[in-house]
């Protein structure tokens, strides 16, 4: 059984910082790509961001460039999301998900993505 436990969000100001972490089990982290998609009210989910097997490659979407980070650390089996420099249009539900072992371009799709979180909310003020 697969399960993902995203925390860390809440409510910060703009310009703070954030660090969502994404703890998993029942699958490897680092043998699968790993994925953040938000979703704000009133929107479809976004991807955010990626990271594909044994850390191969990250991909990040152009607004969050430079600011977030994704990260993962094998031995808690966890994702982080490092998120600073905050913008009140990052706030939304944040999800971290389970996608494939392997893929060759932006894994950026929510249904390339098979497990989901729960989320956890990012609100960021002005």
């Known amino acids: 059984q697969v399960q993902l436990v995203e925390s860390g969000g809440g409510l910060v100001q703009a310009g703070g910082s954030l660090r969502l972490s994404c703890a998993a089990s029942g699958r490897t982290v680092s043998s699968y790509t790993m994925g953040w998609f938000r979703q704000a009210p009133g929107k479809e989910r976004e991807f955010v961001t990626a990271?594909?097997?044994?850390?191969?490659?990250?991909y990040y979407i152009d607004s969050v460039k430079g600011r977030f980070t994704i990260s993962t650390d094998n031995a808690k089996n966890t994702v982080y999301l490092q998120m600073n420099s905050l913008k009140p249009e990052d706030t939304a539900v944040y999800y971290c998900?389970?996608?494939?072992?392997?893929?060759?371009?932006?894994?950026?799709?929510?249904?390339?993505?098979?497990?989901w979180g729960q989320g956890t909310q990012v609100t960021v003020s002005s």
């Open positions: 998900a389970v996608g494939p072992q392997e893929y060759y371009t932006v894994p950026s799709l929510p249904s390339l993505y098979n497990y």
């Open positions: 990271i594909t097997r044994n850390s191969r490659n990250t």
